[in-house]
């Protein structure tokens, strides 16, 4: 069995369906894992979600910000925006089915000595309590009080993690780190403005900068910032968003040697 890390899919299928070509990929024997954002901005939002749906048991994701977005307005807390590409989802006669999987997918996902997640881990938190935390927010999630979470969901405050926190604004803080979060302080600060992954407002930095931070012994796969365009950002982290619905390629990673296949 070959286990594959796929980047920020983000509806575009075509350039998917030809990487797995590419790896002679066969979802009775291999795996695919995805760093979240499968959905919205591409062409086929629909046909990819069904897709990886069908799957099974060959495929896992984390959730990323877009996943979240597409939940929170089919549960009528949120319209989507113009720049949405959720229509067909909304009206697909299999909506219930998609969302009912899409919602019960982690924020957080170890397979074998690799930790996936969507945007990354504040430096302030060690593993596993970026474990902990992401389990609090997806046991929320697949709750009856999944309707306060996503009505609470969208804001920039708080700006940083304290295990006072409770409620909403704990989910809330919870889920920006591990799904929106670019720049940070080392003290967990967050700057949800800037997409620049070039310069950054002082005192911020990348997350995965800073040289305390406690998972930096952790290989971590990690997408969200296409503006990184896959950059190698260190030892241990491996860029998987290189910007596919913006132009760019879309980039899969071979877990057992590491290796980048990317199709444009």
Known sequence: MTSYAVGDIQGCLEP????????????ASDQLIAVGDLIN??????????FCHGLGDSFKTVLGNHDLH????????RSPTSKDTL?????????????AWLQQQPLLLSIDDYTV?????????????ARSLAAEVNEVLR?????????????????????DLQGPERWRVITNYLTRMRLCTPDGILELESKDAVS???????WFEHQDRNTAHNKIIFGHWAALEGRDCGHNL????????????????????????EQP
């Open 87 to 99: 229509d067909e989802i909304l009206a697909a006669p299999d909506r219930e089915e998609l969302l």
């Open 143 to 163: 709750s009856d009080r999944r309707g306060e979470y996503f009505n609470h969901m969208y804001g920039n405050h708080p700006l940083v993690w304290s295990e």
């Open 16 to 27: 998917l369906l030809k990487l797995l070509e590419t790896v002679s990929f066969d979802p």
């Open 70 to 77: 597409l939940l929170a307005v089919a549960h009528g807390v």
């Open 200 to 206: 950054a407002p002082a005192p911020f930095a990348p």
């Open 238 to 261: 491996f860029a998987l968003d290189t910007g596919c619905v913006w132009g760019g390629p879309m980039r899969l990673m071979n877990l057992e040697t590491k290796a980048y296949i």
């Open 41 to 50: 901005r591409g062409p086929q939002s629909l046909e990819t979600l069904r």
């Open 117 to 129: 997640v969507h945007a990354g881990i504040p430096p302030i938190w060690d593993l596993g309590q």
